[in-house]
């Protein structure tokens, strides 16, 4: 047995088998619910994955009624209607790009960082997007680590899920989530993954 100080992955293999080897996007799902509880305890878990500044983006919308998921359907592709109105909940994940308003209370450290991104909304969007990007997916982990599955899609027109949902324009919507327990198993065998040697170059 490999000790610790050996082992190349110091996580125990059953947690990592839950996060990542066995873990698969899921479309369809049972009709437990997903309480709020869990949604909290996610997101004490994964609120404290990096950013930069700690400038914390992400923002989330839970569509946990019919009526909200029915306003979101139009805007999704054909193909993701029908499992999100079946969902026990679906999160809308979306981004702040008014970041930098609260960046003198989480990057004391920095005085001058909310005057960077002001004077340039270019590259607050772009790092908006980037830092967001970042926590949805520790979102997507922090879920499995709940033992509950995640499916997440893109396919959905994001100007009209802003009109609908982030009308003032401060949010924009980024990734739409499906969240419960699996029912039965994955529809398909998990895709191809490139091999180290095809995504890792050393100098």
């Given at each position: 047995?490999?000790?610790?100080?050996?082992?190349?992955?110091?996580?125990?293999?059953?947690?990592?088998?839950?996060?990542?080897?066995?873990?698969?996007?899921?479309?369809?799902?049972?009709?437990?619910?997903?309480?709020?509880?869990?949604?909290?305890?996610?997101?004490?878990?994964?609120?404290?994955?990096?950013?930069?500044?700690?400038?914390?983006?992400?923002?989330?919308?839970?569509?946990?009624?019919?009526?909200?998921?029915?306003?979101?359907?139009?805007?999704?592709?054909?193909?993701?209607?029908?499992?999100?109105?079946?969902?026990p909940l679906t999160a809308l994940l979306a981004v702040d790009i008014r970041f930098h308003h609260r960046l003198p209370q989480l990057f004391p450290a920095y005085p001058g960082a909310a005057d960077l991104y002001a004077k340039n909304p270019a590259l607050r969007e772009r790092s908006a997007?980037?830092?967001?990007?970042?926590?949805?997916?520790?979102?997507?982990?922090?879920?499995?680590?709940?033992?509950?599955?995640?499916?997440?899609?893109?396919?959905?027109?994001?100007?009209?899920?802003?009109?609908?949902?982030?009308?003032?324009?401060?949010?924009?919507?980024?990734?739409?989530?499906?969240?419960?327990?699996?029912?039965?198993?994955?529809?398909?065998?998990?895709?191809?993954?490139?091999?180290?040697?095809?995504?890792?170059?050393?100098?």
């Open positions: 047995m490999p000790t610790p100080t050996t082992r190349p992955l110091t996580l125990d293999p059953a947690a990592q088998d839950l996060l990542f080897r066995r873990a698969r996007t899921v479309d369809r799902f049972t009709d437990e619910p997903v309480t709020e509880e869990a949604i909290r305890a996610v997101h004490e878990l994964v609120r404290d994955g990096p950013t930069a500044f700690n400038q914390q983006p992400l923002r989330m919308l839970l569509l946990r009624s019919a009526e909200s998921r029915s306003r979101l359907a139009p805007h999704l592709s054909r193909g993701n209607r029908e499992k999100t109105l079946r969902a997007l980037l830092n967001g990007g970042l926590q949805a997916a520790y979102f997507l982990i922090g879920v499995r680590a709940a033992g509950l599955a995640a499916g997440p899609m893109s396919g959905f027109d994001d100007e009209g899920v802003d009109r609908e949902f982030f009308p003032d324009g401060d949010l924009r919507s980024l990734l739409v989530v499906n969240i419960g327990r699996p029912a039965g198993p994955p529809p398909r065998p998990r895709g191809p993954r490139l091999s180290y040697d095809e995504v890792c170059t050393t100098l």
